[in-house]
Nanobody, 119 residues
């Protein structure tokens, strides 16, 4: 069974930094894409950053130049470094991974970690 466990959220002032981590229970090499999503109160979940297997990273326009997604294969960990945080970055952040098994897609989500940016 696949488990994704996030950590690193918290309360930070605008302009500050946080680093989110997502530890995964199986080898990262088995996944097709991995990414971070967030959901603000009253809003739909949105993509923040994506890292496809063997492909280029993608970022939401709102976080380009401020956030960096990375993978540590040895530690089976997906990370999101967030700098120059803004109040509009507030929300619950979820890590996500998907894999193709016999042409069938399987999606996995973490439980979420709260990020609150005060002005």
């Amino acid at each position: 069974q696949v488990h994704l466990v996030e950590s690193g959220g918290g309360l930070v002032q605008a302009g500050g930094s946080l680093r989110l981590s997502c530890v995964i229970s199986i080898s990262i090499s088995s996944f097709n894409t991995m990414g971070w999503y967030r959901q603000a109160p009253g809003k739909q979940r949105e993509l923040v950053a994506l890292i496809p297997s063997g492909g280029r990273t993608n970022y939401a326009d709102s976080v380009k130049g401020r956030f960096t997604i990375s993978v540590d294969n040895a530690k089976s960990t997906l990370s999101l470094q967030m700098n120059s945080l803004k109040p509009e970055d507030t929300g619950v952040y979820y890590c996500h991974a998907d894999q193709l098994v016999l042409s069938e897609r399987h999606d996995y989500w973490g439980q979420g970690t709260q990020v609150t940016v005060s002005s």
